[in-house]
């Protein structure tokens, strides 16, 4: 079956609306045609049949009885071809005898004329089996034992019929042209509200939060277009406050890091002068105290700095501030300046440029390297390399790695691997920055384990920023 | 698609066209073969039908002519004046048969009238007519009231 390109909406109606159309004129049209042929049918049978009754009885008078074999043959001849008359065993000579054994019984057993419809040599005939009474002068009949059978053609009837079937289906394909015209009409009507819609809905996709079809009428369309509009509607209140909390954040942000600032200054420096301090105090105990207090501000300021950071970040006001970095020596500065030189095994050729803001680069990596230090075992050993249009800083130890459960979370924010070891210097928000920072820039960071083991961390940076 | 097009086709030809049929009733059989018609003479002062054996029916009117020309040598009589033009003109209309007798009606008893009377309705019904039908008399002289529809007190 050959497959139509009926996919539009209009094509479809168009089709199913001529369609029915048709099949309607064509019923009605057929209906028509059956019940006229049927009825040609039964006049045509009914006029052969009073025709050869006539014919009959109007020779029985003259028909010597019990007949003999030229009296057969008169009769025959008296209504025509195609005719056979029984008498006995008598039969008259010529013409064809086609009664079937269905029709010789009903004309014995109800001594009335029967008829049948046959078709033979693919012409339809009419059997008319006749058989011939005497009449007692009381009316009471009896069975003479002549028997007429005849058949007749019913050519002509089926070819007016055919004309009768020709004239239906000529006007149910009359109506199909109109059908189409008046589909085409209606589909024009349905699909217009259908089409501005997807307009309008096309409108909202693209950003026009502002776009409305104004609903017309009372259908189900109208309907829809109700639902449409109020689905704009609560999309454009819904966008609007999440623009209005989100600058609100940004903005709660930026306060917090400024009014903060000032006193994390104060509180560094006079750490600075209470660690002094306490080098000089006599008692243990106050001397102990006052250390502590130090470690503990230390850590604040450090957190609250990454709190800001992240919010910040959060808030997205963060623009990194590039420049041209050479990748390999950007990372040595900032072994050297942690001190950690001589802890760690950098290889990587220098000159490969790249463009990032150094001070986030800077934190990326000192965050890999120091929780390197701090959780893995030496060697730790920091590779930088090229790869296609990204560089990549891979940071490993030989330590026992990340177990598989905790890979998935070591970016989170405040993820602690170990509950146990919950108090350990970092903020808890290293990584998180770090993989942020990493983002800023367009690349990515992930984490993994090496083939020996160890913890291994991978940054990629393009070497053209966006 | 085109699966419904060729169905709707085919229920439109499948309903067109001459299509073979069991065996119906085409009416009543036709009548009028008989060995020779039933003629009513006169037997001791009563009608008593005999068949002449002329081999077939034939039609009223020679029924008649038969009855007019005599009963023969059989052992009947007649009550109906001999005549030489033994013709009788027939006339069927409907539910009546018209008849012109060669005869006045001096020439002819009752029980004469009921002779032609009866073999003109024997005639009639063995030639398919109808066992209603009437018989109208027209003499060649007349009385009142010979024109009157008449019966077979027999039939």
Known sequence: ?466 | MRRIWIAAAVLLLAGCGVEPSGVTDGGPAPTGVAPGPTLYFVDGGELRATVRDTGRLGTIAEALSLLLSGPGDADLDTEIAPTAFAKVEVTVTGQEVELRVPLSTEEVTPLGIDQIVCTALAAHVQNGGSTEATVRLRFTLEEPGSRDPRTCPLL
């Not at chain 1, 390999?328 to 095994?345: C, F, I, K, N, Q």
Request: overall charge negative.
């Open chain 1, 1 to 466: 079956m050959t497959r139509f390109p009926l996919r539009g909406l209009r094509a479809r109606m168009i089709v199913a609306f001529a369609l029915a159309t048709m099949i309607g004129a064509g019923a009605a049209s057929w209906a028509g045609a059956e019940s006229a042929s049927d009825a040609l049918v039964e006049s045509h049978q009914r006029q052969l049949t009073r025709t050869l009754a006539e014919q009959i009885a109007a020779i029985a008078p003259t028909l010597t009885y019990p007949p003999d074999q030229a009296v057969l043959d008169r009769l025959r001849a008296a209504v025509g071809p195609d005719t056979t008359v029984s008498f006995e065993d008598l039969r008259s000579s010529d013409g064809a005898d086609r009664a079937t054994a269905e029709l010789r019984g009903a004309v014995r057993e109800r001594d009335r004329i029967a008829t049948q419809r046959i078709t033979a040599d693919g012409r339809p005939l009419l059997l008319i089996g006749a058989p011939v009474m005497t009449t007692a002068p009381d009316g009471s009949r009896t069975p003479s034992g002549i028997e007429v059978y005849a058949a007749r053609d019913l050519g002509e009837v089926e070819a007016r019929i055919d004309d009768l079937a020709a004239t239906a289906i000529g006007t149910a394909a009359l109506a199909l042209p109109v059908a189409g015209v008046i589909a085409l009409l209606a589909a024009g009507g349905v699909l217009r509200p259908v089409r501005e819609l997807r307009d309008t809905a096309q409108r909202l996709a693209d950003g026009d939060l502002d776009a409305r079809t104004p609903p017309q009428g009372a259908d189900e369309l109208a309907q829809l277009t109700a639902t449409v509009n109020e689905m704009a509607g609560s999309l454009q209140a819904s966008m609007a406050a999440m623009r209005r909390m989100q600058s609100d954040a940004r903005r709660f942000a930026a306060d917090v890091s400024h009014e903060l600032r000032t006193p994390l200054t104060t509180l560094t420096a006079v750490a600075e002068v209470l660690a002094d301090a306490a080098d000089r105090m006599e008692e243990t105990d106050a001397r102990e105290s006052a250390r502590l207090a130090v470690t503990e501000i230390h850590r604040m300021v450090r957190l609250a700095e990454d709190l800001m950071e992240v919010s910040r970040f959060d808030a997205g006001t963060v623009r990194p501030r590039l420049e041209e970095i050479d990748a390999a020596e950007a990372v040595r500065d900032t072994l050297r300046a942690r001190g950690w030189l001589d802890r760690v095994e950098l290889t990587g050729p220098d000159g490969i440029a790249l463009r990032a803001e150094r001070r986030r680069l800077d934190v990326i990596v000192a965050n890999l390297v120091g929780n390197a230090l701090r959780h893995g075992a030496p060697p730790v050993r920091v590779r930088v390399r090229e790869a296609g249009p990204e560089v990549r800083i891979e940071v490993a130890d030989a330590g026992p790695g990340l177990p598989d459960h905790v890979l998935p979370h070591v970016f989170d924010r405040f993820y602690k691997a170990d509950d146990a070891r919950a108090r350990t210097p970092g903020s808890g928000l290293g990584l998180a920055i770090a993989l942020e920072n990493a983002r800023l820039h367009g690349g990515g960071l992930t984490a993994g384990n090496g083939d020996d083991g160890g913890a291994r961390f991978v940054l990629r940076l393009p070497k053209e920023a966006p």
